[in-house]
């Protein structure tokens, strides 16, 4: 069974940072592209960065010079380094990822993580 599972939400002031962490597990290969989307009550879910299994890089035009997206494929690990945060930038965290199975991919998300940023 392949779960993928964040962690390192939380709630903090403005110009704090934080550190999300992403982990997919299970019976699986590897894992190809992975990205960070964020969800804000009222809003569409909406692409933070992602990150191609060659280390290639896209950020979402609200979150760039503050975000850093990384990954250690030794630990079929994602990271989101949050800096400078906003109160904007409050919303539930998804991780999404393409897991190599034997008989292909698949595309997996976790469950979210908390992000509050609040004075």
């Known amino acids: 069974q392949v779960q993928v599972v964040e962690s390192g939400g939380g709630e903090v002031q403005p110009g704090g940072s934080l550190r999300l962490s992403c982990v997919a597990s299970g019976n699986i290969g590897g894992v190809g592209l992975m990205g960070w989307y964020r969800q804000a009550p009222g809003k569409q879910r909406e692409l933070v960065a992602e990150?191609?299994?060659?280390?290639?890089?896209t950020n979402g035009d609200s979150v760039k010079g503050r975000f850093t997206i990384s990954r250690d494929d030794a630990k079929n690990t994602m990271y989101l380094q949050l800096n400078s945060l906003r109160p904007e930038d409050t919303a539930v965290y998804y991780c999404h990822a393409q897991v190599i199975l034997a008989v292909g991919m698949i595309s997996a998300w976790g469950r979210g993580t908390q992000v509050t940023v609040s004075s």
């Open positions: 990150i191609s299994s060659t280390g290639h890089t």
